[in-house]
T-cell receptor, first 120, second 112 residues
Framework: GAVVSQHPSWVICKSGTSVKIECRSL??????MFWYRQFPKQSLMLMAT?????????EQGVEKDKFLINHASLTLSTLTVTSAHPEDSSFYIC????????????????FGPGTRLTVL | GEDVEQSLFLSVREGDSSVINCTYTDSSSTYLYWYKQEPGAGLQLLTY?????DMKQDQRLTVLLNKKDKHLSLRIADTQTGDSAIYFC????????????FGTGTLLAVQP
């Protein structure tokens, strides 16, 4: 099956620093990747949709200058949390849709294992 | 609105059937999904159902959709300890729209 990896799996950083999270589709090409944020005991909240070769589409209330997204290739999207603060501490999850797959029509997304960000 | 609600917790004994429920507000969804989240692992797609279907069965899983009541359920037959996880329902429009709306998640605890 389709595998999506994330790196790092967890990161601790000081307030004010920037953190980059990578999302890779390992055995398929993904024209579209998604970034979610999950708070403890809560659901996934879509932050932005990342399309290869174009600007990301951010959900309402998500600061695009705070959460920089780059989708430079069909297998890699990155999320950079700039000037991180303690309130940015969360579990960040990415997902990917397989390009050209019949499952694209059904909006099937393959999810990464998530990255736990803790900002001190 | 785009609300999707689930009960927070369900406890069952091994071998029993589990039924996880989900209610949603947007009737224009095209596809409805069930995902499983285990600690340290990504969300795993269990099954999905088209909005024009009432039921779908896939091995131990049965999905029922009541469009009139906007109610979706997932039944797991012969529940095993390995089924212990958080289960999320989600819906989407499919195609180019992409966006998935997730439910609040139900923690299923299977007692041996």
């Amino acid at each position: 099956g389709a595998v999506v990896s994330q790196h790092p799996s967890w990161v601790i950083c000081k307030s004010g620093t920037s953190v980059k999270i990578e999302c890779r589709s390992l055995d398929f090409q993904a024209t579209t990747m998604f970034w979610y944020r999950q708070f403890p005991k809560q659901s996934l909240m879509l932050m932005a949709t990342s399309n290869e070769g174009s600007k990301a589409t951010y959900e309402q209330g998500v600061e695009k200058d705070k959460f920089l997204i780059n989708h430079a290739s069909l297998t890699l999207s990155t999320l950079t949390v700039t000037s991180a603060h303690p309130e940015d501490s969360s579990f960040y999850i990415c997902s990917a849709r397989e390009a050209g797959s019949i499952l694209w029509l059904t909006d099937t997304q393959y999810f990464g294992p998530g990255t736990r960000l803790t900002v001190l | 609105g785009e609300d999707v609600e689930q009960s927070l917790f369900l406890s069952v004994r091994e071998g029993d059937s589990s039924v996880i429920n989900c209610t949603y507000t947007d009737s224009s969804s095209t596809y409805l999904y069930w995902y499983k989240q285990e600690p340290g692992a990504g969300l795993q797609l269990l099954t999905y159902i088209f909005s024009n279907m009432d039921m779908k069965q896939d091995q131990r899983l049965t999905v029922l959709l009541n469009k009139k009541d906007k109610h979706l359920s997932l039944r797991i037959a012969d529940t095993q300890t390995g089924d212990s996880a958080i289960y999320f329902c989600a819906w989407g429009y499919g195609g180019a729209t992409n966006k998935l709306i997730f439910g609040t998640g139900t923690l299923l605890a299977v007692q041996p």
